[in-house]
């Protein structure tokens, strides 16, 4: 009986250490990763790298053009998605019918999320590019990207909406009250914080894609700021792109410096996704 | 014909293929207390929701017969479900406040008919908390969460809710059940009292409580209705030997 004990208490054990090695390979890389960029590329992060041009000379070359790009693609595409993600996972959750359509409609949702992003690219590069005639414009990028992240958002909101407990909802109709003044009276505030973090975390992964963007022909080399959708437009990761094909070692520095911009961008947003969640998980209790 | 506050006539209740109300014909008299018992998935408790229509929403729900409140039929085309339930008010199993103020949760049914006059609501709030006897307990933190009280307050505050949109009947689906003694005997007597200006009808799982609060009891067994009398009878005299063999406690 008490090797039996030993045996369990070693399994208990085993599993402990292979636990731990498991998860300091991840933060190791994660540590390797951003020490080897942030050495890299934090000597260049100046003022000068942040308002230029792109340039033919590396220590003149800077991120302005992208930058602007990056912060243009993530409200053009937070308004596209965000209405049309949001209103479907509220219809799928508190209007459609559960069943058979439904749950065959949910189940390729789930998988459009899964979906390689340059597949989307090819999709936007037909849809938006050539038949709509949106060219490779701010306005093409935004709703490739847009399309990427309907998927992720549905799937948030959906979750979000479960997460309301039934009885909210049966006491709201109880009082004389429709679907929709449930839905925007008690279900919606009740689930905000969960559909908010879904939908950052979605424009976090937004603005680091390269590939749907690459493939619509977004520009790598213009000069002028974009001043409306449908001018030509780059953005942060294409710009990283390039400078890292470039042979010269001073673009390869650029392009880490890019990338410390760009991650700093991506970890602000899930750092505002996490308060909001934590704020909103103490203010509901049921 | 005397009109009765509720008649049903030879209703039945499909969920897909399951029977779950088999011909069930009852009337129900203004100003009284009417309790529902009978065991577990008896379906006292869906017939209760007929009355409300609450549900309407449940994929698969199949009715006939007919349910006629005031000599209307709740079931007609013409009759708009989100007008019924202001006539007819419903407090439920586990006290369901909304996440929000006590005042707000006391107002909400004004709000959803678009009143947002203050002096009206202001008005409302005080009247509903008086009638449902937790006035003197919150009147001093109205803007506090719902959800900061006990559950005996969470449930009268839900009873208050109710009874501000004025509606004539009141349906109570084991409104004490989640309750401590003191808390159900609070409910208890509000009901009582509450019965000189509504019509209840209460669904319970405690035969004391029945014979407690209770003017008239129905019986239930597996969807049917067994027994309907006055709860005098019923407890002291009932007519089946399966109504004595459940209010006995030898099944249930």
Redesign the interface.
């Known amino acids: 009986m008490s090797r039996r004990i030993d045996y369990n208490r070693i399994q208990d054990n085993l599993f402990r250490i292979v636990g731990i090695g498991c998860t300091l390979f991840g933060l190791l890389m994660l540590g390797f990763f951003l020490y080897s960029v942030i050495s890299e590329g934090w000597p260049r992060l100046s003022a000068q790298f942040f308002t230029s041009l792109p340039s033919r000379k590396p220590e003149e070359a800077g991120i302005l053009i992208p930058l602007f790009g990056t912060i243009w693609v993530m409200v053009l595409t937070s308004l596209i998605s965000i209405p049309l993600g949001v209103a479907s996972g509220i219809y799928l959750e508190e209007y459609g019918k559960k069943n058979r359509l439904a749950s065959l409609i949910e189940i390729n949702i789930t998988n459009l999320a899964g979906v390689p992003s340059i597949i989307y690219g090819l999709l936007a590069l037909e849809i938006f590019v050539r038949i709509l005639g949106l060219g490779k414009s701010l306005l093409s990028g935004s709703l490739t990207l847009a399309l990427l992240i309907l998927p992720i958002i549905i799937v948030a909101t959906r979750e979000a909406l479960k997460a309301v407990p039934k009885t909210i909802r049966e006491a709201s109709y109880a009082l004389g009250a429709t679907k929709w003044q449930t839905t925007w009276f008690q279900i919606l505030p009740a689930s905000a914080g969960g559909i908010v973090t879904g939908v950052i975390l979605a424009i976090s992964r937004a603005i680091g894609e390269t590939a749907p963007l690459i493939v619509i022909g977004a520009m790598l080399y213009i000069t002028t700021l974009p001043s409306s959708p449908m001018d030509d437009f780059s953005v942060l990761p294409i710009q990283i792109f390039n400078w890292l094909s470039r042979p010269q070692k001073g673009f390869i520095i650029n392009a880490t410096a890019a990338i410390i911009v760009l991650l700093a961008i991506t970890f602000i947003l899930n750092g505002i996704a996490i308060y909001l969640r934590n704020r909103w998980q103490k203010k509901v209790k049921w | 014909m005397t009109t009765h506050k509720l008649l049903a006539e030879n209703v039945n209740v499909y969920y897909d293929q399951a029977h779950v109300i088999k011909d069930v014909s009852l009337t129900i008299e203004p100003n009284t207390v009417t309790a529902f018992i009978g065991p577990s998935g008896c379906g006292k408790s869906t017939f209760l929701r007929l009355i409300?229509r609450?549900n309407d929403?449940i994929?698969g729900f199949r009715k006939t017969g007919h349910i006629l409140i005031d000599g209307e039929d709740i079931y007609d085309r013409k009759i708009r479900v989100?007008?019924?339930?202001?006539k007819i008010?419903?407090v439920?199993q586990?006290p369901?406040?909304?996440?929000k103020s006590i005042y707000e949760n006391v107002i909400?049914?004004l709000?959803?008919?678009g009143i947002n006059k203050k002096s009206i609501l202001d008005e409302t709030v005080e009247r509903s908390l008086r009638r449902a006897a937790i006035w003197d307990e919150v009147k001093d933190n109205l803007n506090k969460s719902a959800?900061s009280l006990s559950g005996g307050q969470q449930q009268r505050i839900?009873i208050a809710?109710?009874l501000a949109?004025e509606p004539s009947i009141v349906l109570m689906d084991e409104p004490a059940s989640a309750l401590d003694p003191i808390s159900t005997a609070k409910i208890e007597e509000l009901i009582y009292e509450l019965k000189t200006q509504y019509t209840i009808i209460i669904v319970t799982h405690n035969m004391q409580q029945a014979g407690r609060v209770s003017d008239r009891v129905a019986f239930f067994y597996i969807g049917e209705l067994i027994e309907y009398s006055d709860t005098k009878e019923i407890f002291i005299n009932p007519k089946k030997e399966l109504t004595q063999n459940y209010i006995t406690g030898r099944f249930g």
């Not at chain 2, 989100?82 to 202001?86: F, P, T």
């Not at chain 2, 369901?96 to 996440?99: C, D, M």
């Open positions: 409300n609450m929403y994929d989100e007008e019924l339930r202001k008010g419903m439920f586990k369901n406040p909304f996440p909400y049914g709000r959803i008919q959800l839900c809710r109710t949109v």
